[in-house]
């Protein structure tokens, strides 16, 4: 009889604990409203990514639209929307002014099964846009070993 009623609690208690598993629903297409700075003007960004990758990033800022070239949206490739952070900096006069951020970070596992991090920025100052190349950043926050935090390049 003990052991009827043991079965019986095991049994109930396994229907309790099933539970369905969430998954990730990735984002296709976003518009971002970043508001307005005195250097920058009204900041925004369209964007929309396709099973191919990316298919459109026109950014607002300065007074001006620019858009991502195809070879700039191949580097998007594998970057998820939803990574999206928006900063913006005083910046440099050789390097543009006034510079806004749109950066985006994927973590994954390497070939040795390493857990990697890689970070990429797209840049818009008054002249133009700018996409880096990828970057490894390590999980202390630190990319590449070196102690920047993982701040837009110069």
Excluded at 50 to 64: L, N, P, R, S
Excluded at 74 to 91: D, I, M, V, Y
Excluded at 94 to 119: A, P
């Amino acid at each position: 009889m003990k052991i009827a009623v043991l079965l019986l609690a095991l049994v109930l208690s396994t229907v309790v604990a099933m539970a369905s598993e969430e998954s990730l629903l990735g984002w296709t297409s976003a518009v971002v409203r970043c508001g307005h700075t005195r250097e920058a003007g009204d900041v925004s960004c369209e964007m929309d990514t396709g099973e191919d990758g990316w298919k459109k990033f026109v950014i607002q800022a300065f007074g001006t639209t620019h858009t991502l070239t195809a070879a700039d949206l191949r580097k998007l490739k594998n970057f998820p929307l939803s990574s999206l952070r928006t900063t913006h900096e005083a910046g440099y006069e050789r390097s543009g002014g006034h510079t806004v951020h749109f950066r985006f970070n994927r973590t994954f596992y390497n070939d040795d099964r390493k857990l990697m991090t890689e970070i990429i920025y797209v840049s818009a100052t008054k002249t133009g846009v700018t996409v880096s190349d990828p970057r490894a950043m390590d999980h202390k926050g630190e990319q590449g070993g070196a102690s920047n935090g993982g701040q837009p390049p110069l």
